[in-house]
């Protein structure tokens, strides 16, 4: 059906998209990496090195993406009927547990920093890391931005990801510049500090994404959309009772299944009109992917 048809064009296209942001986003990733990590290297600040393992977190994300969306594009197969889409929320769930993990490291390397401070207060103190991380702040704002509003656009899961991604960077490097300055003007001890406090605000926020991959990984869904498509339904001519209707996350694509008794004296063939009616109806009201409908005779 034509609704059908350009809801998957609309979702392969969207794909494209999103593969073309990631591939935008890995390439500011790397270059705020080197950066900040030859900065932190030469300054000695425990507060800019996790600023900068940030961003190498950041381009496992971004090249976790790639590999989902490059994969969920492939055809269905034998063994992937409904299409590889899935793959897409497998590469954001990874990427979400990447991110975790560098997290941790920031908490850690960061205590460890306050149990160092006072060694630290003995080097001669540079506000260049500030001013580095002041400079990739700014700059991850700005790739937020386009990331809003691209998933504004086309509304995707990989979006998204790249999206909390791209904030939590400018928090963590605006954080990272104030704790910097504190550093500099009142205490070392306040570089450490800084360090920990990002990573345990960065584990949050990985652990909301890894929440919401998960969820779709398991099969969970909407219920209000659910309740929607109930009452599309329900309006259409011919449908008797609706006995179930299921949804499915694949990647960024919705499949549907539904089940529905007709009146047992209909034949095969009006029973097949319906069916096509329920796929129209609801492919044209939302951005259904697939529609699966099954029709049975109504017990007497």
Known sequence: ??????????????????????????????????AELIIALTSHSKALLAASFNNLSSIIISVGIIFGLKVSLKNPSHSHSKGYQQFETLGNLFSSFMMFLMSAYIVFDGINGIRHAAAISQRKASMLPAFVAIGAGLIMLLIYLINQYHYKKIESNSVKTLMKDAFSDTLMNFGTAFGIILAVKLNPLFDGFTAAVLGLILSRMSYLVVKDNVFH?????????????????????????????????????VAVDVTIEVSG????????????????????????FDVDVQVKPKSL
């Open 217 to 253: 990984l398991s099969d969970g869904f909407n219920p209000d959309l659910i309740k929607n498509y109930f009452i599309v339904i329900e309006q259409i001519p011919g449908v008797e009772r609706i006995v179930d209707i299921t949804g499915r996350m694949f990647g960024d694509a």
């Open 265 to 288: 004296t209909i034949t095969v063939s009006d029973g097949g009109l319906i069916a096509d009616a329920i796929e129209k109806e609801l492919t044209s009201h939302f951005d259904i």
């Open 1 to 34: 059906m034509k609704s059908t048809l350009d809801n998957r064009m609309k979702y392969f296209e969207g794909i494209k998209q999103s593969t073309k942001i990631a591939y935008l986003n890995l390439f500011v990733f790397i270059l705020l990496f080197g």
